[in-house]
């Protein structure tokens, strides 16, 4: 099984270990950093599927929030692009349900934690805002729709940094060691794909 791990920037990279995963050939963990936003994200990730074709994506790093706490983790199988909400009366596409794919792999299916819907934008949101969702971030939609195109299932696991309206850029840079900590634990402790 061929696994590839995504990850914005260097600050939220962790390299990932699942119990029981031997050096051998059996479980391949690829990793790829995308940058920030949704066209960069998206780029670099299908170029990535192309040339390695991994069975699984699973994105992780950090987000925002307007209505939970800074430490929260969320498993986010539902996507919703910010952008493209705002003209969903156009009959755009806005939405993204990456749970019955993985399901039918039987992917991540027993990992314990809080489910959310993770609202992707290309902007930082600095200011208190109604958005649909528990957390944002700048790529997992981008990436949720690449991996939707060419069919490979994929799941983001997002740490919570920053409260929308309160400092939001600088508890950001603050908590990504946190972040990391608390995202290498909860991969330790997922138990297997």
Sequence with gaps: MKILITYAVQGEFVEVKFPGMRGDDEVLVGYLRTGIGKVKSAYYLTDAINRLAPDMVINMGTAGTTNHHVGDIFLCRRF????????????????????????????????????????TGDSFLT???????????????????????????????????????????????????????????????????
């Design 80 to 119: 919703v692009d910010r952008d493209m909400q705002r003209v969903k009366d156009l009959g755009v596409e806005y939405a993204i349900d990456t749970s019955a794919m993985l399901e039918a792999k039987g992917y991540c299916c027993h990992w314990q934690g809080a489910e959310g819907v993770c609202n």
């Design 127 to 193: 200011e208190r805002t109604d958005v649909e969702g528990d957390v944002v971030d700048m790529e997992a939609y981008a990436q949720a729709w690449a991996c939707q195109a060419k069919g490979i299932p994929f799941i983001a696991i997002k740490y919570v940094t920053d409260v929308i309206g309160q400092n939001s850029i600088k508890h950001w840079e603050d908590k990504q060691a946190d972040a990391r900590q608390a995202l290498e634990a909860f991969f330790a402790q997922t138990g297997g794909i």
